[in-house]
């Protein structure tokens, strides 16, 4: 079937962690279900989300405020590193600091998180089908969300480097048959209360 109805993708960042990432904490749970009553008057239908413990417990604190939204585990959603650039792609002024931070991704992170991600491309991106607008949530980590924010830019495979998110903050994307996609919000935390801002992300840019 031909895609003709628009997609309203809401990315989500996992609520803040407990020190052990064994699920969430306190403020993490406060985030998510802050989170879920903003989202309670869009008309969402699936809430997707990765297998990891912090991504799956903030999706079930959406789902909680969202009538009808199925949650649904998808490992395209997970934690891992979709794009290892070679030096020559990178800015001459960042690449080593880019090569060090991702010095740490393993061979297996090198093989099967470009895989994952194209697939979460494949998955959760573009128009819809049918004749019906869709609205999707994906409850993920800080890596996936700037990969399909450089991807709706349609920036460089690297750039996913260097777009952090805050937990619980909010991104939205629309494909629209026709058109070229829109990233509408982007680490969006107005849902927040300021002692819940910023979590997760680096001090040094924090507004």
């Not at 079930?60 to 934690?79: F, K, N, P, T, Y």
């Not at 830019?153 to 629309?174: F, Q, S």
């Not at 629209?176 to 819940?196: T, W």
Request: proline letters at 7%; a neutral charge.
């Amino acid at each position: 079937m031909t895609p003709t109805a628009a997609r309203h993708l809401y990315l989500v960042r996992h609520g803040e962690a407990l020190p052990d990432e064994s699920g969430l904490s306190h403020n993490g749970r406060r985030q998510a279900a802050l989170l879920g009553r903003r989202l309670a008057k869009h008309p969402i239908s699936v809430v997707h989300h990765g297998p990891l413990p912090r991504a799956a417990q903030t999706a079930e604190l959406i789902g909680e405020h969202l009538d009808g939204a199925v949650l649904r585990v998808s490992e395209a959603a997970g934690d891992y590193v979709p794009y290892v650039p070679r030096r020559e792609e990178l800015p001459s002024d960042s690449a080593d600091h880019f090569l060090r931070f991702l010095a740490g991704a393993t061979a297996e992170d090198r093989e099967r998180g470009p895989e994952l991600a194209e697939r979460a491309l494949a998955q959760f991106t573009g128009p819809a089908e049918g004749d019906q607008e869709r609205h999707e949530v994906v409850v993920t980590h800080n890596f996936l969300i700037g990969w399909l924010v450089r991807h709706a830019m349609d920036a460089p495979k690297w750039r996913w480097l260097g777009l952090n998110h805050g937990n619980a903050a909010l991104t939205v994307i629309r494909y629209a048959p026709g058109r070229p996609s829109s990233v509408l919000v982007h680490n969006d935390m107005r849902h927040l209360p300021a002692e819940l801002c910023w979590s997760g992300f680096p001090a040094e840019l924090r507004l």
